[in-house]
C-alpha cells in the first residue's frame, strides 16, 4: 500500500507520523506544502470526503491571530481561502490512503488505516 501524508518536516506531529510510517514499512509519498503549492483540487477532495471541520485547524496559531471579524461565520469557502492563503490552518499532518483521509497522527488509526 502507497500512502501520501501531507505536512511539512519541521512540525513534530508530522515527524512522529513519518517515523512511524518508515517503522511499520507503509510506502509513502510526502507532500511537504511548505515546499510545493497546493493544489485547491486536493482541498476540495478533502472537504468532500471529510467535511471542511475536519480539515481546517480552529487550534493552529494561524486562526487564534485572526481578527475576530475573520472568525465569524466561518463557512467551506471562507476556509477554503484561508487554507490556501496559509497552509497552517490544516489540521496535520493528513494521511491519504486513497480510502482514509486521517488528520493528526495517533498509531492505532494508522495502523488500521494501513493495514499495519
Known amino acids: 500500500m502507497s500512502v501520501t501524508i501531507y505536512g511539512f518536516k519541521s512540525c513534530d506531529?508530522?515527524?512522529k507520523a513519518l517515523?512511524?510510517?518508515d517503522a511499520n514499512g507503509v510506502a509513502h509519498d510526502f507532500f511537504d506544502y511548505r515546499k510545493q503549492q497546493l493544489d485547491p483540487g486536493v482541498v476540495d477532495d478533502w472537504f468532500e470526503r471529510a467535511g471542511w471541520e475536519a480539515v481546517f485547524n480552529r487550534g493552529s496559531s494561524a486562526y487564534r491571530a485572526l481578527p475576530?471579524?475573520?472568525k465569524a461565520d466561518i463557512d467551506a469557502g471562507k476556509a477554503k481561502a484561508l487554507i490556501l492563503r496559509d497552509t497552517n490552518f490544516i489540521k496535520r499532518p493528513v494521511?491519504?490512503?486513497?480510502n482514509t483521509l486521517l488528520f493528526g497522527f495517533k498509531?492505532?488509526?494508522y495502523a488500521q488505516a494501513t493495514g499495519k
Open 13 to 15: 506531529t508530522v515527524r
Open 68 to 70: 475576530d471579524e475573520e
Open 95 to 98: 494521511l491519504d490512503t486513497g
Open 19 to 21: 517515523a512511524w510510517l
Open 107 to 109: 498509531a492505532d488509526p
